[in-house]
């Protein structure tokens, strides 16, 4: 081997060497960093809550105003959708043939009087003569049952009197209770009859209003024992959202639970008054009952956005004292705003990874780099 060939030999081991050593530093170089993570530890606090249900704002009275008699009508005495009160009048209709029926009783019932005036005498006269034996007994039977039936004569035409008066009186109709009142189904001189179906408008009482909702039948339960506890003091147990998100600002009280479930949807009626001074509610207006949900004692809360699912079950990554991460299964109860109550699984004090957990997985390092307190 020629002495150039040798050194070529030797370069080329050395540089083989040096590659070598090399690879070993790059391998030390190339191990994964501590995975940055935002963390929060388990602690424990009042898990108050709201539940929603759909509700729908309805009165607690409501009256269909429907004529008792046949007519038209000649009188509105109301604006359409103003508050009226209860003996307000409202409509009249046209009373001329009511009224003459009624004069025309008025002078029956007098004829019957008379004529009773004079059978009456005339019993009394016969009856004398009979005490003298100046009559015949068949005379005196004849005035007394003529008597009888003049009697029965006033008797008639004072019921005949009642029920013309009755028509007369319903010619002209009143508010039934305070409310508000709905726009006229009818006009000046449209012709009415009772039966006809529409009604001529729709009185409903405005203050309180319900909001009611259909409860399920596993509620029932909790809704009577809020029923029981109810006259305690007005509080936020019941607060009513409006259709635009913002809260209605009087609390609610509930006031009636429905007699029976409903067999073909397994739920249940419940009415909940809220006072309406100001007439900020409407009758069929949407919104959202939210009924305050109160667990006892202290509850392990964790941010929600520390849970990730997986195949419908739920768990945590918890960070150990070795800064490794280690994945738990949690059971969950309520969520309340931004946190979510623990069941089981986790331990009060445990540090929980709230951010950077689709970073890591079982066993990874990590590196906390915010932890909330």
Known sequence: MTTVNYRLLLLGGLVTLAGCGGSKDDKKQQAPPPTAVSAVRAEKGSATYYDEFPATITAFREVEIQPQVSGNITGIFFEDGQHVTRGQKLYTIDPQQYRAS??????????????????????????????????????????????????????????????????????????????????????????????????????????????????????????????????????????????NGAQYPYPGSIRIVDRAVDPQTGTLRVRVAFPNPKNQLKVGQNGNLRVRNQTPGAQLLIPYKAITEQMSEYFVYVVGDSSKVTQKKVTLGARINDKVVVKNGLSEGELVVTEGTQKVKEGAKVKVTNQAK
């Open 102 to 243: 009624y004069d025309q009783a008025v002078a029956n019932l007098n004829v019957q009087k008379a004529n009773l005036n004079r059978a009456q005498k005339d019993a009394d006269r016969y009856t004398t003569l009979e005490k003298q034996d100046a009559i015949a007994r068949q005379v005196v039977d004849n005035a007394n049952a003529t008597l009888e039936a003049t009697r029965m004569q006033v008797a008639a035409a004072q019921a005949n009197i009642q029920q013309v008066a009755t028509n007369l009186k319903y010619t002209t109709i009143y508010a039934p209770l305070d409310g508000t009142i709905g726009i006229s189904q009818v006009r000046l001189g449209a012709a009415v009859a009772p039966g006809g179906g529409v009604p001529l408008n729709t009185i409903s009482a405005d203050n309180p209003l319900s909001a009611d909702v259909q409860i399920d039948e596993s509620q029932i339960p909790r809704f009577t024992a809020l029923q029981s506890s109810a006259g305690k003091g007005n509080d936020s147990t019941f607060l009513l959202m409006l259709p």
